[in-house]
């Protein structure tokens, strides 16, 4: 789960780390008073739960009323990466002599807690990390404990200063606090700045969350802005399924993750172009594949459907009278291909003959017809 | 032969007394796996299919000398019990459940590494040797004896590839299952010394899917360590950037983790890449002639 920069900015602003005052803001007329409040100069940011905010020109340096309701006109509703800017956050201007990146995250290579740091703040990180390596500073922890001398030498690299470094030291010890008891994934600071006063100030803030955490985590799912959520997404989330939408014609219901991507995989292959990716678990319960089918068919684009259950510990022919039960509880007029392999499959399509429903045996033959049948029906 | 699991396996089950581990408990048992001992804190002195249920793991490690254990108790509780497997020190601990904290497995991770245990999982599907013993949720009958070794990231992908190689008349030695999640306790490098040293495996199936760059290290290592044939499949390359694909592990960030640089990074080593399920068990199968 990911929140916004404001959002972040709260959090840090509650573990006593520096922010630029700010605003939160959704009518122009709510970003004119907030500059008149933080003026002479300002900041005025799109709140979207995407990066490249700035290239995109979601973000602009105000100086008067006139800029910031100008700058208000153009972003509130201005789309970024597909993601909808209805929130902005108007922050007061900070002088800045020194931008640094740090981060603290999940280190999925080395399996532990990890730091990023760059003196080059302000930029892509990831474009730093390939053009100039050398720049960056990476050191990490394999428990909970902050690592302290590391942190310190890193401290002082990032703006050069030995006079900032215990300074940026405490915002690294902050951000492992946070971390920790946060759940995090992510909190990065891009970027960190070193003020004409000698001051580090967060200018930008970042976090995301492990969704398997947010159970112990109240005040994170507090946050969530469903506008920057699928609704399907949530929706399949609280029914047990887990499904995303993708711009394609050929609906998928697939048990287990990796199975279901390799049934996109294939229907890529055989040139057709998967609807979504919906993986259905282990249940038999027709209800489930009932509320399956309703996100499948619900962006009205679907032209036909696969089902590809692989029946291990669940038996096919119980998936088989989930998916007839399902079939008499609802109206579905798309080709259907069914493939059932594995535990008792051959039970399971005996159940289905005599249905609407069209058999396959093997994956590649399913995909295959699948796309076949939904190049002659009408979505 | 086979790797990590076998007739002389005594497991425990921890989490016996629940819904899924009283279920799995029974079919294991059933397979023909040595299940010696259950246990769930406050359920000592129980019996589930005739198993004894201890409170902790170290009365049940004492009591009946199991020296592997498989977990199967909640998300929440996960962590916990896989502590008490690290600290009764069980040589093999492996973990079913899924949806377990990410940041509650670093320290785990490195303990384990440390004492020198094998942690498999979690949010995977266990290890099987066919016809010697079945630890996890694989339905058993799909397996058949044989000398390809299987690793995979993912559960019903790797039941679909078990069965098309099996259906082949191609047998496994030992299918591992790794785990799905970001943090997982064994990673390919971890097993493949054991498939490499075990004479009865002859190739090696890699099943991987997008996110990490776990494949892209594994293939670098295998260049100068191993020397058996090996064929490999990636799943996930339809996948949308940014994008959590059921598995939390499953998820594109830029340019890295991308099935297209795991396919060129197990190529780049001559481990070729099928494309679908039915490709990888016709290119075993072209293998062994």
Known sequence: MNIHEYQAKQIFKEYGLSVPEGRLATTPEEVVAAYEELGPIAAVKAQVHTGGRGKAGGVKVVKSVAEAREAADAILGMDIKGHTVNKVYVEAGADIAQ??????????????????????????????????????????????????????????????????????????????KIFLEKDAQLVEINPLVLTGAGEVVCLDGKMSFDDNA???????????????????????????????????????????????????????????????????????????????????????????????????????????KGILTAFEQMEINLPVVVRLAGTNAEEGKALLEGSSLIPATSLSEAVKKTIELGKGASA | ??????????????????????????????????????????????????????????????????????????????????????????????????????????????EVKAKGLTLIGPNCPGVISPDKAKIGIMPGPIHKPGKVGVISRSGTLTYEIVYALTEMGIGQSTCVGIGGDPIVGSNPRDILPLFESDPDTEAVVLVGEIGGDEEERTAEWMKSNFTKPAFAYIVGASAPEGKRMGHAGAIVSGNAGTAESKINAYNSVGVPVAKTIDEVAEMVKAHFG
Not at chain 1, 110 to 122: D, E, F, R, V
Not at chain 1, 233 to 258: P, R
Not at chain 1, 271 to 285: C, K, Q, R, Y
Not at chain 2, 86 to 95: E, K, N, S, T
């Open chain 2, 1 to 110: 032969m086979s790797i990590l699991v076998d007739e002389n396996t005594k497991l425990l089950v921890q989490g016996i007394t629940g819904r899924d581990g009283s279920f799995h408990a029974g079919q294991m048992i059933e397979y023909g796996t040595k299940v010696v001992a259950g246990c769930t804190p406050g359920k000592g002195g129980q019996d589930v299919h005739g198993v004894p249920v201890f409170d902790t793991v170290q009365e049940a490690v004492n009591v009946t000398g199991a020296n592997a254990t498989v977990i199967y108790v909640p998300a929440k509780f996960a962590p916990g019990a896989m502590k008490e497997a690290v600290d009764a020190d069980i040589p093999l601990i492996i973990c079913i459940t899924e949806g377990v904290c990410v940041n509650d497995m670093v320290d785990i991770y490195h």
């Open chain 1, 214 to 320: 947010l159970f112990r985590q109240e005040s994170v799912v507090a946050m969530r802005d469903m506008q920057e959520e699928d609704e399907n997404e949530i929706e399949a989330k609280a029914k047990g399924l887990s499904f995303i939408q993708l711009d394609g014609d050929i609906g998928c219901m697939v048990n287990g993750a990796g199975l279901a991507m390799a049934t996109m995989d294939m229907i890529n292959l055989y040139g057709g172009d998967p609807a979504n990716f919906l993986d259905v678990g282990g249940s038999s319960n027709p209800e489930k594949v009932v509320n399956a089918f309703k996100l499948i068919l619900a962006s009205g684009r679907v032209k036909a459907v696969l089902i590809n259950i692989f029946g291990g510990i669940t038996r096919c022919d119980d998936i088989a």
């Open chain 1, 99 to 176: 931008e640094a990146y740090l981060s603290v995250l999940i280190d999925r290579s080395a399996k532990n807690i990890g730091y990023i740091a760059s003196a080059a703040g302000g930029m892509d990180i990831e474009q730093v990390a390939e053009e100039t390596p050398d720049q960056i500073i990476r050191f990490g922890t394999n428990n909970y404990d902050f690592p302290e001398a590391e942190a310190q030498a890193a401290a002082v690299k990032l703006f050069g200063s030995e006079e900032a470094a215990p300074a940026v030291a405490e915002v690294m010890r902050t951000i492992f």
